[in-house]
């Protein structure tokens, strides 16, 4: 399903980068991988990850001298460090860790991989790997999300057991994962990107709408029926498209959030004050997010006055009815001016099955797919994981897919975002394209 084979690594010049992790060990495996995918490798180590892998592995694998240091006089006396900046397409960095990303978010150039980061515009990946805590930790986040602001990609982390015993988020992805990755930035962006900096004055152009949190559908004054929906990936995403640029409309079930600056919400309640809404904001939408939790059903009938406690019966029978399916209506609207339309699948098994079976049965363009039923994730969480799918174009040669790891919602939201945006102009080159020119 996936479009990598449209990319290749074929003679890219890669600078390999490799900072003070147990991870580092796993880079040797990588910089062969990369070679036999053709690329020119070169790599440059911190002070910290010679502890953990010696730089001549490195040469024998490379077949290139590894440089260590910035004031090397006999290094620099053979490819200078601005030099080697200006050779290398693509910067990866694997492991990146907790500290490197600190210096790389402050812009140092202390040693010679940051300077060498600084000194180039090219295609920039990195693989964070370090202890879940640390990943975890404010500062960290905060790091990640400016280094994506940057243009930075990361790749990864991946969660599960940790060298150190703990169990979560910030594992390096395996090197082929890494390289996998790698290639779809690479069919993603044509080969040359500035990264994030692209999309974010693509998206200045855009708006955006997005649904979020739960609905409530009344039973009488004081009761109602909802879900545990807390309004964080909504709002992540909101938070996400503003920051890209965007204008960021959020029509917002009842939460208990504070709204993202720059972005314009809509307060409702039901779902049929969410349709309502959805429907007058879509008519001059590019992209419409639909991450609410939308109650499928609501009462026949709402009481008049609360609805008391019989003393003779001891069940009481609510009649339901079938709520819209806002999604739907949007993206079945008219196909011209429609927006671009992403829905989310809130799914506890066979995620791919059903997230699949809902793109094509609402008529979306993607579907961010998430597990609700794993521990820690999804509802209510700050971190989810998803599975985006979404149509080919006529000139694509299958429909599309990115997995993403679990990681906190705000930099989940960025993910989608970007995908969505990159999708969009996907499929508005493809209709501005002749037919004759589509194959
Ligand atoms: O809010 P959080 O606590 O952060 O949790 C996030 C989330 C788990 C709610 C979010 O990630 C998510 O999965 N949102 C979609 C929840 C859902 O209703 O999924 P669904 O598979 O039942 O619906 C599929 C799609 O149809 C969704 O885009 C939904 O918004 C839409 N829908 C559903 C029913 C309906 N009547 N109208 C709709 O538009």
Redesign the pocket.
């Known amino acids: 399903m996936s479009q990598r084979t449209h990319a290749s690594l074929i003679g890219t010049r890669i600078l390999l980068g490799i900072s003070g992790g147990i991870a580092a060990y796993k880079s040797a495996h990588l910089a062969r991988l990369l070679k036999k995918a053709g690329a020119e490798v070169r790599v440059v180590m911190t002070e910290g990850a010679q502890a953990f892998i010696t730089p001549l592995t490195l040469q024998a694998l490379t077949g290139e001298q590894v440089r260590t240091s910035l004031l090397d006089p006999e290094a620099e006396a053979g490819m200078g460090h601005i030099e080697l900046a200006r050779w290398a397409e693509l910067i990866l960095i694997a492991p990146a860790t907790a500290d490197l990303m600190a210096r790389l978010a402050q812009g140092q150039a202390d040693d010679l991989l940051t300077t060498l980061c600084l000194a180039n515009d090219a295609l920039w990946c990195m693989a964070p790997a370090m202890n879940q805590a640390m990943w975890r930790h404010p500062a960290t986040l905060e790091n990640a999300r400016r280094l994506e602001k940057y243009g930075w990609h990361l790749l990864g982390p991946d969660a599960g057991d940790q060298a150190c015993g703990d169990v979560g988020p910030g594992r390096m992805l395996e090197p082929e994962a890494i390289v996998n990755e790698l290639l779809d930035r690479l069919t993603d962006t044509g080969s040359k990107p500035s990264g994030l900096a692209q999309h974010a004055t693509d998206a200045a152009e855009l708006t955006i709408t997005i649904?979020?949190?739960p609905t409530r559908e009344p039973l009488d004054p004081v009761r109602y029926l909802s879900n545990?929906?807390?309004?964080?990936?909504?709002y992540a995403l909101a938070q996400a498209a503003v920051e890209r640029g965007a204008r960021v409309r959020l029509i917002s079930g009842p939460v208990a959030l504070e709204t993202p600056p720059g972005v314009e919400r809509v307060d409702v309640e039901s779902?049929l004050e969410m349709l309502e809404a959805a429907q007058k904001a879509a008519v001059d939408s590019d992209i419409f997010i639909?991450?609410?939790?939308?109650a499928?059903y609501r009462a026949e009938q709402i009481a008049e006055h609360k609805i008391k406690k019989s003393s003779d019966e001891d069940a009481l029978t609510l009649r339901l009815v079938k709520?819209?399916?806002?999604?739907a209506t949007i993206a079945q609207s008219a196909v011209d001016s429609r927006p671009f339309v992403v829905?989310?699948?809130?799914?506890t098994r066979d995620l791919e099955r059903y997230a699949l079976d809902?793109l094509t049965r609402?008529q979306l363009d993607m579907i961010v797919a998430?597990d609700?039923g794993r521990p820690g994730l999804?509802?209510?969480a700050d971190e989810?994981a998803a599975l985006l799918l979404w149509r080919g174009t006529e000139n694509e040669a299958a429909p599309g897919r990115l997995e993403l790891s679990p990681q906190p919602?705000t930099m989940l939201a960025a993910k989608i975002i970007d995908t969505a945006i990159k999708r969009l102009s996907a499929t508005d080159e493809q209709s501005s394209c002749p037919s004759s020119q589509v194959t």
């Open positions: 649904t979020a949190g545990h929906s807390s309004g964080k990936m909504g779902a639909g991450c609410a939790a939308v499928d709520n819209p399916d806002i999604i829905g989310f699948a809130a799914e809902k609402k998430n609700v999804g509802f209510g989810n919602k």
